[in-house]
């Protein structure tokens, strides 16, 4: 078996582990604004060069509701909103994301009032998860989805959503949620 | 009369829904235990291998690093059916397989480590066809398993467990025949039912007799069921958390979990051993590869007189529980063909490549996907239509089957041909088939064709499950019952069976933990047992705990128990609802009153799935596009529409209809390799490409429980492979006996490569 851990995941993304610590780089701050939290990360103690936005969100900064499934960009569980596009965070190094406002799963209930976002809302009516590792993700492309689309075709919500890759197959289910979320705002 | 049910049968929202859908849903690389370390394993680039020399100690000194374990230090334990899997080894048998394991307290730290310890391996000769495995020379895998045949049966599932199917008389059987065929159909791509959410397992030791497992399982109850007797008895408790995606694969989940064990025992603090996405593809649960070869006696009217073959079974490189996937296979077999003369000799055999485990489908999927071709050269002789094959063949009241425990069951459920009827009528299948090897409709190179396939399980009534159900005197209730959530909504469904017993809103129910420490015994949600199964435990116990509740409640209401009756916490004497009492009037504020319920086994119930499939096939590509596809069951009684739908859906995912279209691990079986681990090249189908999906439903009531239900989840997949199969052939007018049925085959089938 091809060995492929993090340590090659370094290696092919050009980094070398004494990068990590190089003085050049240690003294670099980056900002990341998470759900509205501003958030102060220092390269080479609370980020190495070769973290992803994935592995900061989770490891650093505790948003465990990133998942991370292929941790290679193609099964969508990681999404989340930067600057209200969709990306996938394992493709991403979090020393890119200076700056940056993020949005995670967990940053789409109202705080206060507990009120859920009218997507969770509508995916729990819809029962529109079975093992819900992926719906972090979906939801959030939909959001971003519907933030530029208020009223997507089936097929466009599709298109956005291929890149998910959900193994229980919600996706009829996923559809329904997402459509009623978009007729109401029609 | 029909019950009208309060919760049983309505849309009601999944008790976790909420936090499914803000992120606080705690899967196993979201739990971190208070010094807790990680695990890595170091993983063979060699198909078969000797280790001839390992060196640790650079490995051992680097910083963070607290336990190194090979073959020469891992504790003892043996896992695998019959005991020939250890924790680790001096011998490699595939690609992937560990070689040796590190905790450290960083993931970085582990990996470097990895990357230290010097190995000199062995080559030795790799085997990875069936055939060639079973020939004398044939490269050896294990001491314990010689010809690299495995022993058969397997002793726990039964005093004589069913391990082929032999009954009446084939020779008499094929003198009766108006037709005779024979064929060999292979299914054997191997696919991986890749659960999104990699394997994983947190392990600490209490102290040298008390383990604590965290596991990301289907069924936790069976990592302590299964293992203990491994870990030499010591007091595992075992706590599931969110499962993300199973399908059969993470129920005892015993490579990881005694990986992470042997390492938490070593460094004396928790370990988590959580696999990486190719570690998944490379060393976790691929199907069994089938292959049968059979001769089929059939009557012009359908009758099947005779069934007569061998069935070859690749498990890779080790069997997590083979045997009774055969034996579930050769149950299933029989209800979906009743024949009177049978002769079907599985062999269990192991090759050089990543262990085949449980997946949804258990040996059913497997033989039927196989089998089914098969019978379908029978019906194109005998010129039946396949809808009315399976409508006649399917077993019924009155028929009977050897199940896995090698007894003879009769059959008391419903009939399932209605429900197959109600399929086809949905389908269109009356206008749709226009015979075997014909189209149903020509569009320039565009072919359409349709197929279906039929498949069940008597395992609905499977093992023993037992349930509290505690009712506290504000009203509400706890369900003590070790069922874990890995999509399926059965913790939420048995909660709603509580709630219905005692009459009150479902929000006032929960459930406990998937903990063994804190429940009674469960097997697991294995199969599609746990609407029958668990159901009738949790019911039974919702029931005692009501009636202890009456026999209180009588002398203070001045009536006599079987008089009562409740609603939202309160009592009253039927028809003076005016004059009802709260539960705490009744119990008094300091007490709980627990029911307790118990399932046994039974295998008198099977459920049935139907698939109808229609593909398009274009004739200059080879390109098959599956564009429709119908599932129809009959389950009794729905418990939550919603929820099942899901699960019928789920027929394209884990490893299911696609199989028969793109869905392989491709095996270089040059080096051992598997080409396609990760997951662009490991083809999975995306939105976009969904086919229309219905779903036809039967709720005929069932001799099952209260509800009158049973399980169907598990069954999904199954039927769908060989109706896609089916359906191609169709198309194209050319038969397909091979999986996936890609581009080439279908090019090549129609003489154009």
Same mark, same amino acid.
Do not use: Y
């Given at each position: 078996m091809k060995k492929m851990n993090r340590v090659e995941g370094q290696k092919r993304r050009g980094i070398s582990q004494s990068a990590a610590t190089t003085s050049r780089t240690a003294e670099k701050n980056i900002s990341l604004t998470v759900n509205g939290k501003l958030h102060q990360l220092m390269v080479g103690?609370?980020?190495?060069? +070769?973290?992803t936005l994935a592995y900061t969100l989770r490891e650093t900064l505790g948003y465990t509701g990133v998942k991370i499934g292929c941790d290679h960009g193609s099964c969508g569980s990681c999404t989340v909103l930067m600057d209200g596009e969709a990306v996938l965070? !394992?493709?991403?190094?979090?020393?890119? !994301? +200076?700056g940056k406002d993020i949005t995670t799963i967990e940053g789409l209930e109202n705080r206060e009032s507990g009120e859920l976002h009218p997507l969770q809302q509508a995916f729990i009516d819809y029962t529109a998860f079975q093992c819900g590792f992926c719906t972090p993700g979906i939801i959030l492309s939909a959001k971003a989805l519907l933030d530029k689309n208020p009223s997507p075709t089936e097929e466009e919500i599709k298109q956005e959503l291929a890149g998910h890759y959900c193994r229980c197959i919600s996706h009829y289910l996923v559809i329904k949620a997402i459509q009623s979320v978009a007729e109401k705002g029609r | 009369m029909v019950e009208k049910y309060r919760h049983i049968g309505k849309a009601t929202h999944r008790k976790d829904a909420r936090a499914i859908v803000t992120g606080s849903a705690k899967y196993i690389d979201d739990i971190k235990l208070p010094g807790m370390l990680q695990g890595r394993v170091l993983r063979s680039p060699y198909p078969h291998a000797r280790i001839k020399h390992i060196d640790t100690s650079k490995a051992e000194a680097y910083p963070g690093v607290k336990a190194v374990l090979t073959y020469k230090n891992v504790p003892p334990w043996i896992g695998g059916i019959p005991y020939h899997r250890p924790v680790l080894d001096s011998t490699m048998r595939f690609v992937g397989d560990a070689v040796a394991l590190v905790a450290a307290e960083t993931g970085e730290s582990a990996e470097e480590a990895l990357e230290l310890i010097e190995v000199e391996y062995e080559q030795l000769p790799a085997v990875y066809e069936m055939e060639e495995a079973t020939r004398p020379g044939a490269p050896q895998l294990h001491e314990r398993i010689p010809g690299n045949v495995f022993p058969r049966g397997f002793r726990p599932i039964g005093e004589k467990p069913l391990q082929e199917i032999v009954m009446g008389d084939v020779d008499k059987g094929f003198k009766e025949a108006d037709f005779i065929t024979e064929g060999t159909c292979g299914y054997e791509n191997i696919p991986n039912p890749l659960p999104p959410e990699p394997p994983g397992v947190i392990a600490t030791w209490e102290d040298q007799e008390h383990l604590t497992i965290y596991t990301a399982s289907q069924s936790a109850a069976m990592n302590r069921n299964f293992h203990q007797p491994l870990l030499g008895m010591v007091d595992m408790r075992v706590i599931g958390t969110h499962c993300g995606g199973s399908y059969g694969t993470k129920n005892a989940n015993m490579i990881p979990m005694v990986h992470a064990a042997a390492l938490a025992k070593a460094a004396g603090r928790p370990v988590k051993v959580y696999f990486n996405k190719e570690e998944h593809f490379n060393a976790y649960s691929l199907r069994l590869g089938s292959r049968i070869h059979a001769r089929v006696g059939i009557k012009k009217d359908g009758t099947i007189t005779a069934l007569e073959g061998e069935w070859l079974v690749d498990t890779g490189a080790a069997s997590e529980m083979a045997q009774v996937q055969i034996a579930v296979g050769c149950g299933e077999a029989q209800l979906a063909l009743r024949c009177k003369n049978w002769n079907l000799q599985p062999k269990l055999i192991c090759t050089n490549h990543s262990p085949a485990g449980c997946v949804r489908g258990f040996g059913g999927q497997e033989l039927k996907s196989s089998l089914l071709p098969l019978m379908a050269i029978a019906m194109e002789k005998a010129n039946l239509d396949p809808l009315e094959f399976f409508k006649k063949n399917y077993v019924k009241p009155g028929d009977g089957y050897f199940w896995r425990d090698g007894l003879w069951w009769d059959y008391r459920g419903v009939d399932f041909s209605k429900a197959m009827q109600k399929g086809a009528e949905v389908f269109g299948w009356k206008d749709k088939w226009k015979g075997w090897g014909k189209p149903t409709a020509v569009n320039g190179s565009k072919r359409i064709g349709v197929g279906v396939g039929v498949h069940g399980n008597a395992d609905i009534g499977e093992d023993e499950s037992e349930a509290y159900v505690k009712i506290n005197p504000d009203g509400r209730a706890v369900l003590h019952s070790c069922v874990s959530e890995s999509g399926m909504g059965q913790r939420s469904a048995v909660c709603k069976m509580v709630a219905e017993v005692l009459n009150i809103p479902l929000e006032r129910v929960e459930i406990t933990a998937p903990d063994t420490m804190v429940n009674p015994f469960e097997f697991g949600l294995v199969g599609s047992r746990g609407t029958y199964t668990v159901g009738s435990a949790v019911i039974e116990a919702a029931e005692d705990a009501k009636r202890k509740l009456f026999a209180l409640a009588a002398p203070v209401l001045g009536a006599k128990p079987e008089d009562l009756e409740t609603k939202d916490g309160k009592i009253y004497v039927r028809g003076r609802e005016d004059k009802a009492i709260p539960w705490r009037k009744a119990m008094g504020i300091a007490r709980t009153l627990t029911g307790q319920g118990r399932f046994e086994t039974d295998f008198s119930l099977c459920n049935c799935m139907m698939i109808f499939a229609e593909v398009e096939v274009d004739i200059e590509t080879g390109k098959t596009d599956l564009r429709r596809v119908v599932a129809a069951t009959d389950c009794g009684q729905i418990i939550d529409p919603l929820v099942l739908a899901g699960q019928l859906h789920g027929s394209i995912g884990s490893a299911g209809i696609d199989t028969a279209l793109f869905e392989e691990t491709v095996l270089d079986k040059d080096t051992g390799h598997i080409m396609n681990c990760n997951m662009i090249d490991y083809k999975w189908r995306t939105f976009i490409d969904l086919p229309e999906f219905e779903n036809v439903i039967l709720e005929t009531p069932f001799p099952s429980h209260r509800f009158k239900a049973i399980g169907v989840g598990e069954v999904a997949p199954a039927p769908g492979p060989s109706a896609v199969l089916m359906a191609i052939s169709n198309a194209i007018g050319k038969r397909i006996m091979d999986y996936p049925a890609t581009p080439d085959k279908i090019l090549k089938a129609l003489g154009k490569i």
């Open positions: 103690k609370d980020v190495n060069p +070769d973290h965070s !394992c493709t991403i190094l979090t020393v890119e !994301c +200076d | -």
